[in-house]
């Protein structure tokens, strides 16, 4: 809790102080959906958003600022890591998986209420594929598809490692490949493309719809506490306008922003908290002969030392009705926290507190800040033979280098050391539930729903079991389901999304 700090008069806001029951900072992918979320648990509430750029969803939520893949577990292996025996731990990919059916099914809840839509306009059908090379790489994904195959989230998984099936799986990445290293590859054709900036964009016109206000091109400024209620400060980035909210009920989405705001408020379990940003770039082309030999997300191995994030992936993508190939990500450094934030950023983020920290986690994660080096000091020939890896004959005049997000990773000191949080996301509770926090990036914006009903369980516990048959009808909870119910949870979602049925693996044919 934060004490009470004298206003500067020519930072006063103008005109009385506005009182809401939210107040929700950032329109991205998160606080878009909690907004939704709560619209339709407590229509009554007066909800306001506050975000500083001119439209919803522009930051990490952006089309181009993420890979907008739909992870759930069907091709990233950092979710399925290997046991010391050699076989495959498949709970990781569960849990993403059933967080991703809780989205598709809260979108299609909005689809069928006529409060978002059309959903081609932000879901699309593409083929995961999970690239397995070299006889270690082959015998992992083997060894993956055996713990995944018997659970119905993965009911259509495919494996292979016969060069025809590959090669009509993907011809640019298996069509022509020299040399004789072993490949093989999963195939899971229930994969989906998401245009994020699309659904937060939808999401906030239903949150209007619902009544709520959308500020924006507004910037918060500053946050606090007294007695029972957040202050909120709110400047008007055209006009200059300085305005003041009141509410018992702060969520804190505003991403990258996020950390600045909480350190200027003073909640003290961030104190000793810092954040690294790390932007992700992308290798993109658009030529046509190549984004037609390739509609797939295909996931590799990440390099030894590298984090779960630097994994390889090899993207169709769709945006503003156009084709694309993404391959990526590399890591750059930008001291930035906000694709439109500051140079300052990093600095004015470094307090006596959290110095400390930022000084262990450089210690304790040596193997990450060497590779962060070394993927700042990649040349444009490395990223060339990065690519080569997945794309044999790919040509450097055919792909352009574009910046994507910033991720601001969470730092933190656990068990005595520095650590950055495992590149996940922590939901911060503050002031007896009063205010919600999202720190961190990942697991990212395909676990919206899950993650926002986590932050309103954390945040009013007491009217949880009264929501709770509100809640079922809204995104109903997949966890504990049984595998029948399951397997028609999947396809009541995907048809209401207007996504191809799931093409089980009895339908396919043994041997796969
Ligand atoms: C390179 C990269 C690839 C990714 N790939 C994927 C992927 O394939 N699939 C996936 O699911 N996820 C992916 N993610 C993660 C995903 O993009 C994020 O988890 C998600 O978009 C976060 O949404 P958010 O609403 O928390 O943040 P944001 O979308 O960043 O929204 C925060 C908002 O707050 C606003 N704001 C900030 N400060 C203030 C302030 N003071 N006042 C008012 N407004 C403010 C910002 O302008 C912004 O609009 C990726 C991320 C990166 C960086």
Redesign the pocket.
Known sequence: MTGDRRVLPSRRASGAVEDRDVVL????????TLGVLLSELEPDWRITA????AE???????AW???????AGLCEFNYTPRRPDGSVDASSAVRIGEQFLTSLRFWAHLVEQDLIGPPQAFLRPVPHLGFGRGADGVGYLRARFEALRGHPLFADLEFSDDPAVLASWSPLVFGDRPGSEPVAATRAAQGTD?N?GVL?RQLVSALRARGADVRLG????SLRRRGDQWHVR?LDRATGARRELRTPYLFV??????L??LQKARVPEVRRYGVFPI??Q?LRTSRPELVGAHRAKAYGHAMPGAPA?SVPHL?HRTVDGKQYLLF??FAAFSPRF?V?GRWSDLLRSVRPANLPVLLASLRDNRSLVGYLVGQVAQTSGARLAALRAFVPGARAEDWELIT????VQLLKRTDGRGTMVGFG?EILVSAGGSLAA?LG????????AATMIDVLAASFPDRMAGWAPRLRSIAPPVEGMSEGDLASAVDGARAALGLPPVVRAVDLGEPR
């Open positions: 900072i950032g329109a991205g992918v998160m606080s878009a506050v975000e500083r750029l919803a969803g522009l930051e990490s939520s952006s600022n993420n890979a907008g893949t739909g992870h998401v994020f937060t507004t910037e918060v400024t709110t989405g505003a991403g990258g922003g996020t600045p705001l932007s992700g992308f994030i993207d990526g990500p906000l439109s994507a997000g910033q991720r996301t999202l990036a990942s697991p990212g914006a395909s676990t919206a």
